[in-house]
């Protein structure tokens, strides 16, 4: 994971007068380290739930779980896209998306499980939900979203950090990181539109597979 102190490190390197560097990195460095330990604290609380689900139920509702912060870059960006200055007040009440994870399940069924029982801890603050799962983007992207507030207890403070919890099954990531390479390489290719007809199609397919393997593992828990 990318920390604000690994920015600092190499800006204070390049730097005339390292101490005035430091003095003014260090709010974002400590938003950052917000946000940081929120991510630990959600990672944990979707550990625990597999792990009890588990023994409960014999098998587990995700299979992996990727965590990270917002590249400070990226920040910047989505900062100027959004036409804010760049203070720290500013980048904590407009993004929602610095700190985030991505919860990776074999089933549909599993995501709308896991986010239940996420979002009903009595920490935690849903924010807000997009359900893309039931309501695909019209390229064919599905995840469930949720923005949560979880509460971080530092020495002398409690305080509620946003995170974005996407939820996905393994054939959605897989196709969502195709996708991802066409967003980003769509200026230099020559038909981009027919590798979005494509991916839409394959989307479908998708669908329908994560829905069948799900039929026949119901069928075999049966
Ligand atoms: P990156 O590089 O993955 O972080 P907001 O973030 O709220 O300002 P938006 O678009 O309303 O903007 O949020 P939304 O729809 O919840 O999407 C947020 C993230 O979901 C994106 O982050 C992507 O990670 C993912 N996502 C959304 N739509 C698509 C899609 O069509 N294809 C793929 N592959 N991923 C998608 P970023 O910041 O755009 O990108």
Same mark, same amino acid.
Request: aromatic share 12%.
């Given at each position: 994971m990318d920390t604000a102190t690994d920015i600092s490190v190499e800006l204070l390197m390049n730097s005339e007068n390292p101490? *005035?560097?430091?003095? $003014?990195m260090q709010p974002f460095i400590n938003? &950052? &380290?917000?946000? !940081?330990?929120a991510l630990m604290e959600i990672e944990t609380k979707l550990k625990v739930?597999?792990?009890?689900?588990a023994l409960r139920n014999n098998r587990n509702p995700f299979e992996s779980i990727k965590c990270r912060l917002k590249k400070p870059i990226s920040i910047v960006e989505k900062m100027r896209k959004k036409k804010l200055d760049m203070t720290i007040d500013n980048i904590e009440n407009n993004l929602t998306d610095i700190a985030g994870i991505r919860v990776i399940c074999s089933f549909p069924e599993d995501? +709308?499980?896991?986010? !239940?029982l996420l979002s009903k801890q009595d920490d935690i603050n849903v924010v807000c939900v997009k359900d893309y799962i039931r309501n695909p983007k019209p390229n064919?992207?599905?995840?469930?979203?949720?923005?949560? *507030?979880?509460?971080?207890?530092?020495?002398? *403070?409690?305080? +509620? &950090?946003?995170? *974005?919890?996407q939820f996905r099954t393994i054939a959605m990531d897989f196709w969502a990181s195709l996708d991802h390479k066409l967003k +980003?390489?769509?200026? $230099?290719?020559?038909?981009? !539109?027919?590798?979005?007809?494509?991916?839409k199609k394959c989307a479908d397919t998708i669908t329908a597979m994560d829905y069948k393997m799900q039929e026949i593992r119901n069928m075999l828990e049966e």
């Open positions: 101490e *005035e560097v430091l003095r $003014n938003l &950052m &380290m917000y946000y !940081e330990c739930l597999n792990t009890e689900f995501i +709308y499980i896991l986010s !239940e064919g992207y599905r995840s469930l979203h949720l923005i949560v *507030e979880v509460p971080i207890f530092l020495s002398d *403070e409690k305080r +509620y &950090m946003k995170v *974005e919890v +980003y390489k769509k200026d $230099n290719l020559k038909h981009p !539109e027919i590798i979005a007809q494509e991916l």
